[in-house]
């Protein structure tokens, strides 16, 4: 009886290398960027939250944070649903076109570029008001 731990000599020998298992993957562009706008909406989340939560503490009693914290909420649900539109659109043979790729670097990069300024961008122009202000 062999034991189960054993590798049986007559299988075939599965040697992967990297390249072979990402070329394994179908490529789906909607997914990808779906994925991508998943982890940018969590990141933009997080960012928000310690951004505003600074800006709340070093306010005083003022509505400007609540404002910006609203804006920004307004801000990025109509760009994320863009983004989600644009790559939903296509069928399942351009889904897989690698020609999409540049495209999909582009419009990634201004995904994580808006959920990691748009925080500060806001609230530091509402700090900068709440200052010429008071």
Do not use: H
């Not at 990808?32 to 005083?60: C, E, H, P, W």
């Not at 296509?90 to 748009?118: E, N, T």
């Amino acid at each position: 009886m062999a034991n189960a731990w054993q590798r049986d000599e007559t299988a075939p020998v599965a040697s992967k290398t990297a390249q072979d298992r990402v070329s394994a993957k179908p490529l789906d562009w909607r997914k990808r960027m779906s994925d991508n706008i998943a982890y940018a909406l969590l990141v933009y989340t997080g960012l928000q939250i310690f951004v505003t939560m600074g800006s709340l503490k070093a306010a005083g009693p003022s509505m400007l944070p609540y404002v910006a914290l609203c804006i920004l909420v307004v801000a990025i649900i109509p760009a994320c649903r863009r983004f989600e539109r644009r790559w939903n659109r296509l069928d399942d043979a351009q889904a897989a076109d690698p020609a999409l790729a540049g495209y999909f670097r582009r419009d990634r990069a201004l995904l994580w570029l808006l959920a990691i300024g748009l925080p500060f961008l806001i609230t530091g122009l509402f700090r900068l008001l709440a200052l010429v202000l008071s």
